[in-house]
């Protein structure tokens, strides 16, 4: 019976022992949990705003839609604004920035030509005008002292005049006095007339070190518009010149590089005089180019050139494409279909369509969502429905205004509220 009471008492102080044990298990535990939350919290402050890349939301006014096809007419996808760019004038190209479809804005440096003359010519220029203002300082200082010259003498003169008067002076005296006055009024003109002779001169040599710079200026060949390279015309080493304007880009000799505006791509087909007639203002059309046949731009007629070609029977007219894109180049050959105007009667006006690029929409879970970026700076993942994809382009139908920047191509990290950056140019 003791033996068993022992037994007992041995068995409840293991417990008494065990159960401090078990509670800094789990104090340990808990503190670890703890440490992990901080460390993660810290990681992702440590960490800032996600840096991205953002596109806005863009808002485009349904169009009509055509009827049936009227008529058909072949032509060239063309640049409204181009441009055959050469230097001012004549020299030898030293460095040229730009390859066939380099992308240049207004006023980037093209190319440059050998100027080592033209900086000799400004330096010339300026130490000349350095000298002649040397000649002006000393003309100034003449003047200066004929005109101090000049005051003697007639102080003198005044003298001699007393004196004569008093009748203690002579008449030789005084004629002496009125000599060296006419001697120094001479003097004083003189100099008068070289400082002006020297302030011409300065203006000469002023007027030739802008001569100079503006020649030394016309050694740098820059862009004229925003744009984008299609033909580079010289290399490194040749010789270029002036170019007269209306020149074609294929034949030009001595021009640097074609520069075209591919924002202002249209298309230029010739319609046969008896068709014209059917054509009228803003009349709908579509285009198809011959490198992208399964593809249709929808356009309409711009304008009709005042004048026909004799050798040919046809009239050329020129149409602005209205979803045009990064695949249509200059020159491609392209076939117009214009079409029949067809606008239901009492048809109300159409319903804007916003439309975003394909890159910024993410599809989750059997969801369709954007990443909106806040004025606070943070995401907001907004679920949206989309309708049909149109050239890179997605047409949202409910879910956006059309005036929200969104995130393209969003990691699968980013959550809801988490901070982003926009780095400056990130924007399209």
């Given at each position: ?20 044990s ?49 008529l ?7 640049a ?30 093209i ?13 010339r ?26 005051a ?5 003169q ?33 100099a ?27 050694t ?51 319609v ?51 979803d ?16 029949e ?57 409910d ?30």
């Amino acid at each position: 019976m003791s033996d068993l009471k022992h037994q007992l008492e041995a068995l409840r102080l293991a417990e008494q022992e065990a159960r401090p044990s078990r509670r800094r298990w789990l104090l340990a535990g808990a503190a670890l949990v703890i440490l992990a939350a901080l460390l993660l919290a810290w990681r992702t402050v440590a960490s800032g705003p996600v840096e991205v890349e953002t596109v806005r939301a863009s808002i485009q006014e349904a169009r009509p839609s055509g009827g049936s096809p009227m008529l058909t007419a072949s032509g060239y996808v063309v640049a409204r604004r181009k441009a055959v760019v050469s230097a001012k004038i004549q020299g030898r190209l030293a460095v040229l920035r730009a390859e066939e479809g380099t992308r240049v804005r207004e006023g980037d440096v093209i190319a440059r030509l050998e100027s080592t003359d033209y900086e000799a010519q400004v330096a010339r220029s300026r130490a000349r005008v350095t000298a002649v203002q040397s000649q002006v300082a000393s003309a100034e200082s003449r003047i200066a002292r004929a005109d101090a010259d000049l005051a003697e003498a007639r102080r003198q003169q005044r003298l001699a005049e007393r004196l004569l008067a008093e009748g203690v002076g002579t008449m030789d005296a005084r004629d002496a006095a009125n000599s060296r006055v006419a001697i120094a009024e001479a003097a004083l003109a003189q100099a008068t007339a070289d400082r002006s002779q020297v302030n011409a001169d300065l203006a000469q040599a002023q007027a030739d070190v802008s001569y100079a710079e503006a020649l030394l200026a016309n050694t740098v060949i820059k862009a004229p518009f925003a744009g984008v390279v299609v033909k580079k015309m010289a290399e490194v080493g040749e010789s270029v010149a002036p170019i007269p304007p209306g020149v074609n880009i294929s034949t030009s000799s001595g021009a640097i590089v074609a520069l075209a505006d591919l924002d202002t791509l249209e298309v230029e087909v010739d319609v046969s005089e008896s068709s014209v007639s059917k054509l009228g203002d803003q009349q709908p059309a579509e285009v198809v180019v011959e490198a992208f046949p399964d593809r249709t731009y929808h356009a309409v007629l711009r304008q009709v050139i005042p004048t026909a070609d004799r050798t040919k029977a046809t009239v050329m007219v020129k149409v602005t494409l209205l979803d045009k894109d990064q695949l249509l180049k200059p020159e491609m050959s392209a076939k117009v279909t214009f079409l029949e105007r067809a606008a239901p009667a009492g048809s109300g006006p159409a319903k804007p369509i916003v439309m975003v690029p394909q890159e910024a929409v993410v599809t989750r879970d059997g969801g369709t969502f954007v990443y909106e970026v806040t004025a606070e700076g943070t995401v907001r993942v907004r679920q949206v429905s989309a309708a049909s994809t149109v050239q890179g382009r997605v047409v949202i139908k409910d879910g956006l205004s059309g005036s929200e920047t969104l995130v393209t191509r969003p990691p699968e990290t980013l959550k809801d509220g988490d901070p982003v950056r926009v780095p400056p140019g990130g924007t399209r």
